[in-house]
Structure formats: structure tokens, C-alpha cells
């Protein structure tokens, strides 16, 4: 029998894995279903899960929306298939947060401190020659999560985001843009190194979002204190 953190983690990563497929293959109800699994997919597990991790993939879910308007609506640094926000991403997310959660307790403790040094020299080499100008400007922002106490989250985060963001693009699920419309700042990998770091700051505002949720104190009922009363 499979522990519920493995039957979680399987089930994210084959939703991820085939929905994902399943929306580029871009028959007429590739998304619709999609849509739904991996609502149904995201369902279970909160069925399954704590409080804690409820409140916290509930969380994704509305920080990933606003998240996914304002980088592809606004900002417009990719666009989906279709041209729109298709109704699985925003579960997905979670099931991403979910995953990464589980994985986080097979990174090494060397892991963040590699992937910073080896993602340095790539994003150095990229803007000085100046066919990747994003990436040292989110490479700072990732080596701030990696220098925090739960790295190893993070760490995990953004290879599992990078994996799936570069398993999406390879299929033509969404495509990222090679230069973003408000400075000018030039990319040229598909997907951009960086997009881990996006799933990151995610679970940075998840997190401290749900801490300040936790940490508030309780509300008072009507008439309690009448109720203590001999």
C-alpha cells in the first residue's frame, strides 16, 4: 500500500505529465477534459490533506490566477496555445506546490548552493553578451529563496517547475516570448532558465500568506464569555 505523500506525489506528477500532453495534442476536448482532471485531481488531495496544507494549496490557487493574468495578460511575458488562461493552470499550480512539497525531502543539502553556483556563470555569460538580459535580475531573486530556511523547498520547486515548463513549451502547450514589452529585456531559451523562479516567489507569498492567516487570533463568538459564566 502506497504511503498518502506517495499517492499524492504520483498522482500531481501523472496529471501534470498527461494533461499537459493531452491539452497540446489540441483536439476539441483535449482542454475541457484536462480542465476537469485536474480539478478532480486537486479535489482528492485536499480531501486527503490537513488544514495546513488545504489552506495552503486553496492559497495557490488564487495567488496563481492573479500571478498567471499579470505575467501573460499584462506583463505578457508568454501566451498559451489558445490565447487564453486555460482552466487547469491554476490547479495545476498546486498540484506543482503539492509535489514540490513532497520532493523537497530528497534534496540534498548541497543542492542550493549548486544550483546557485552553476546557474551563475549562465545567466553572467547571457547578459554580457546580451542575448539573455532577464535572467540575472531573476537569477538574484532565486538565490534570495535559496539563501532562506526552507531552501530545500524552493531547490525542489525550481527544477520540478523548470522540468515542467520545459516539457509544456517542447509540446506547445504555451510559448514564452523573446523579449518582454515593458523594458526590453531579451531571452532566448525555450523556456527561459529563470521560469522556476516564478513558481518560487509563488510559494514565498503562499507561505507567508498562510503564516499570517495562522498567526491571527481567534474570533471571538457572540456572547462566549456570557456562556463561561456559573
Known amino acids: 500500500m502506497l504511503s498518502k505523500d506517495l499517492q499524492v506525489l504520483l498522482l500531481a506528477l501523472v496529471t501534470l505529465a498527461g494533461g499537459i500532453w493531452l491539452d497540446a495534442r489540441a483536439w476539441p476536448w483535449s482542454q475541457p477534459v484536462v480542465d476537469l482532471w ?59 506546490y503539492a509535489a514540490g512539497f513532497r520532493l523537497r525531502k530528497f534534496v540534498p543539502a548541497v543542492a542550493p548552493v549548486f544550483l546557485s553556483m552553476a546557474l551563475a556563470p549562465i545567466c553572467a555569460v547571457g547578459a554580457i553578451r546580451g542575448y539573455d538580459t532577464q535572467s540575472p535580475l531573476w537569477y538574484l531573486l532565486l538565490v534570495f529563496f535559496l539563501c532562506r530556511r526552507d ?20 509540446l506547445g502547450g504555451w510559448r514564452y516570448f523573446a523579449q518582454e514589452h515593458w523594458f526590453g529585456l531579451r531571452t532566448v531559451t525555450r523556456p527561459p532558465l529563470w521560469t522556476g523562479t516564478f513558481y518560487c516567489t509563488l510559494d514565498a507569498l503562499v507561505i507567508g500568506i498562510a503564516g499570517i492567516w ?10 462566549a464569555a456570557l456562556r463561561e459564566l456559573p
Open 38 to 96: 485536474a480539478w478532480a485531481a486537486l479535489a482528492w488531495i485536499l480531501w486527503r490533506g490537513d488544514r495546513a496544507e488545504r489552506l495552503r494549496l486553496l492559497l495557490c490557487v488564487a495567488v496563481a490566477t492573479a500571478g498567471e493574468c499579470f505575467l501573460g495578460f499584462v506583463w505578457r511575458l508568454y501566451e498559451y496555445r489558445l490565447g487564453n488562461l486555460p482552466l487547469f493552470v491554476p490547479p495545476g499550480h498546486a498540484l506543482v
Open 151 to 170: 531552501r530545500h523547498l524552493y531547490a525542489a520547486m525550481f527544477l520540478l517547475a523548470l522540468a515542467v515548463e520545459s516539457y509544456g513549451t517542447s
Open 214 to 223: 495562522q498567526s491571527r487570533p481567534p474570533v471571538q463568538q457572540p456572547f
